[in-house]
């Protein structure tokens, strides 16, 4: 007989291999991480403007039923400045700080049940900060227009506003009382008036999601009802 010897050859991975393998696992576990990053910064900067646009929305929808339940009393031959719409222009763009104040009826931005929403009652909307968060808040002030529901010595500056939300850093207000289906001329001054706009431009400036971003604006037109009676299409 023959014998032979049978040598039994054993494959296993080289080092180059090994190497090779542990590179393109790393790749893939990078490339996986950063997408898996990038969804949830995603996420959660989306979650955050959206909890921004709903502090944004509840503003601005309030503004706009205060704007709409506008009132004016005519007080004869002349309009009482009492129940002006009144606009305090203090910049524009996002570093706008306006002051609007108007005498509405109803609940809007007041709530119903208050004192104040039996009657005409003067509202002031404006931006202050906020004690709690530092932040700056939208907030209103709310008085009587009439004079002889009022003390001698009453000054609504002393008044203490009712905070709305928080993250508003800016408002910007227009006003025009030109309005037709071609053009709106906007009034280049408006201060402490007798006259009530026919609209309403109204943009908020929300608190940005990240420090050297632009803030998030919000903007809406609104038309007074009452302000139709005092400036027609020309």
Known sequence: MISRNKHTVRRGFTMVELLVSVVILGLITSVTYGIFSAVTKAWQRGMALSDEMQHGDFVMEQLVMGLRSSYYRDAGKSLDVRFGFWLEDQGSGSSANDTISWVKIGPSLIGRGTEQSKGPHRVKF??????????????????????????????????????????????????STNVDESE???????????????????????????????????????????????????
């Open 126 to 175: 404006q931006l202050v900060n906020d004690p709690k968060t530092d932040e700056s808040a939208a907030a209103i002030t709310v008085w009587s227009p009439d004079e002889y529901l009022q003390p001698d010595d009453f000054d609504p500056d002393t008044l203490q506003p009712t905070l709305l939300a928080s993250g508003i850093v800016g408002f910007d207000c227009r006003v």
């Open 184 to 234: 709106v001329i906007w009034e280049g001054e408006w201060d402490e008036t007798n006259s009530i706009p026919r609209l309403v431009e109204l943009t908020l400036y929300l608190k940005p999601l990240q420090p050297g971003e632009e803030p998030v604006a919000m903007k809406r037109c609104v038309e007074i009802p009452v302000g139709k009676q005092f400036w027609p299409n020309q």
